[in-house]
T-cell receptor, first 114, second 115 residues
Framework: AQTVTQSQPEMSVQEAETVTLSCTYD???????LFWYKQPPSRQMILVIR??????QNATENRFSVNFQKAAKSFSLKISDSQLGDAAMYFC???????????FGTGTRLTIIP | ETGVTQTPRHLVMGMTNKKSLKCEQH?????MYWYKQSAKKPLELMFV???????ENNSVPSRFSPECPNSSHLFLHLHTLQPEDSALYLC??????????????FGPGTRLTVT
């Protein structure tokens, strides 16, 4: 069975600094997708970034980038130039081309220190 | 309206009440989902609908009854709930065409309190 593990329940970072959130997963599939979702206090879950497993290049979206290590089954999220609006719960998630069901990690609560 | 909407945003109900949660997606998707989010627990997938057909029921108690009349609307009918059912209920949708990255789009959720 696929599992997603986020080992950091809480993280904090100074505004304008860089922070990295960790995620590991377990799967026997060779083709899959990985996602980072953000859930601010307003509760709406928003997709931050996604990575296709067949792509070697790490995905980037403005200040957000990932470090995808397929062999190690690791998928960390780096947030550069942290802003107050980045404060939220961040969830790592996984699915496959044959199954749209998402498997989520338990989340990391990120606090931004002004 | 754009994206995925959910009503009501907050609901307080007694254990003997019957209520319904509504979800609507304006994205042209064919798959819709109900999740339960409780404090300090991973999101729990409850139900999946693809092209109006239920494709997954994740061992959810019968006091939760889903309904999907069309690809744009999803309901969760609630009756005889227990206090431990208090949680945030999230609806999501995805393309449902078995191709692509199956990115899911979420609604704002309904905060349910059972008294």
């Amino acid at each position: 069975a696929q599992t997603v593990t986020q080992s950091q329940p809480e993280m904090s970072v100074q505004e304008a600094e860089t922070v990295t959130l960790s995620c590991t997963y377990d799967t026997s599939e060779s083709d899959y997708y990985l996602f980072w979702y953000k859930q601010p206090p307003s509760r709406q879950m928003i997709l931050v970034i996604r990575q296709e497993a067949y792509k070697q290049q790490n995905a980037t979206e403005n200040r957000f980038s990932v470090n995808f290590q397929k062999a190690a089954k690791s998928f960390s999220l780096k947030i550069s130039d942290s802003q107050l609006g980045d404060a939220a719960m961040y969830f790592c998630a996984y699915n496959t081309p044959s199954n749209e069901k998402l498997t989520f990690g338990t989340g990391t609560r990120l606090t931004i220190i002004p | 309206e754009t994206g995925v909407t959910q009503t009501p945003r907050h609901l307080v109900m007694g254990m003997t009440n019957k209520k319904s949660l509504k979800c609507e997606q304006h994205l042209g998707h064919n798959a819709m989902y109900w999740y339960k989010q409780s404090a300090k627990k991973p999101l729990e997938l409850m139900f999946v609908y693809n092209f109006k057909e239920q494709t997954e029921n994740n061992s959810v108690p019968s006091r939760f009854s889903p309904e999907c009349p069309n690809s744009s609307h999803l309901f969760l009918h609630l009756h005889t709930l227990q206090p431990e059912d208090s949680a945030l209920y999230l609806c999501a949708s995805s393309p449902g065409n078995w191709r692509g990255n199956h990115e899911q789009y979420f609604g704002p959720g309904t905060r349910l309190t059972v008294t």
